[in-house]
T-cell receptor, first 116, second 113 residues
Framework: GAGVSQSPSNKVTEKGKDVELRCDPISGHTALYWYRQRLGQGLEFLIYFQGNSAPDKSGLPSDRFSAERTGESVSTLTIQRTQQEDSAVYLC??????????????FGPGTRLTVT | AQSVSQHNHHVILSEAASLELGCNYSYGGTVNLFWYVQYPGQHLQLLLKYFSGDPLVKGIKGFEAEFIKSKFSFNLRKPSVQWSDTAEYFCAVSYSSASKIIFGSGTRLSIRP
């Protein structure tokens, strides 16, 4: 079956512009996660959606970052007024339920964001 | 603060050598532990996971990991590595009080043929 997909695969934007990144999770997966991976570093948790519960936004680095998810479908991560330090690969993952339980996360290919 | 430490940033081994990658997590009570791998040009994928029971966990491709609660560790091992094991390896933890998974900074493994 289809895996997690993300678009665009690459995005180059000018400093100060807004960008929107999209994630299509695996059908039926109630949990969805966004991570950021800067060059040579680990995965930094950004936000987590689980069903209809309030999202865990504890990892969002600033109020320029926001994310939405409608039901158990597509999610968009929006970065407003991009800065050069936002340059990174943004990864999305989905799982059947909370990955704190026995459910594996499936990762998408990521969106490589470059802010010039 | 909840955190995961991977002390080896880059490990270089010859084929057939034994592998052990370190992973330590901060105290947080009950934990669930994971190792993920990212092969060059591919997505992150799960190698193995620990939730409860036998602290020695076996995963895909001959990898195993041992949960040692007293040491807050979950080291990854493989008795004999192959060139195809060249990849980046990430340790991750989730705590019972939260659902998010926290990742370590990763260890790059290079295997000399």
């Amino acid at each position: 079956g289809a895996g997690v997909s993300q678009s665009p695969s690459n995005k180059v934007t000018e400093k100060g512009k807004d960008v929107e990144l999209r994630c299509d999770p695996i059908s039926g997966h109630t949990a969805l996660y966004w991570y950021r991976q800067r060059l040579g570093q680990g995965l930094e948790f950004l936000i987590y959606f689980q069903g209809n519960s309030a999202p865990d936004k504890s990892g969002l680095p600033s109020d320029r970052f926001s994310a939405e998810r409608t039901g158990e479908s597509v999610s968009t991560l929006t970065i407003q007024r991009t800065q050069q330090e936002d340059s990174a690969v943004y990864l999305c993952a989905s799982s059947l339920a909370a990955a704190g339980g026995p459910y594996e996360q499936y990762f998408g290919p990521g969106t490589r964001l470059t802010v010039t | 603060a909840q955190s995961v430490s991977q002390h080896n940033h880059h490990v270089i081994l010859s084929e057939a050598a034994s592998l052990e990658l370190g992973c330590n997590y901060s105290y947080g009570g009950t934990v669930n532990l994971f190792w993920y791998v990212q092969y060059p040009g591919q997505h992150l994928q799960l190698l193995l996971k620990y939730f409860s029971g036998d602290p020695l966990v076996k995963g895909i491709k001959g990898f195993e990991a041992e949960f040692i609660k007293s040491k807050f560790s979950f080291n990854l091992r493989k008795p004999s590595v192959q060139w195809s094991d060249t990849a980046e390896y990430f340790c991750a933890v989730s705590y019972s009080s939260a659902s998010k998974i926290i990742f370590g900074s990763g260890t790059r493994l290079s295997i000399r043929p």
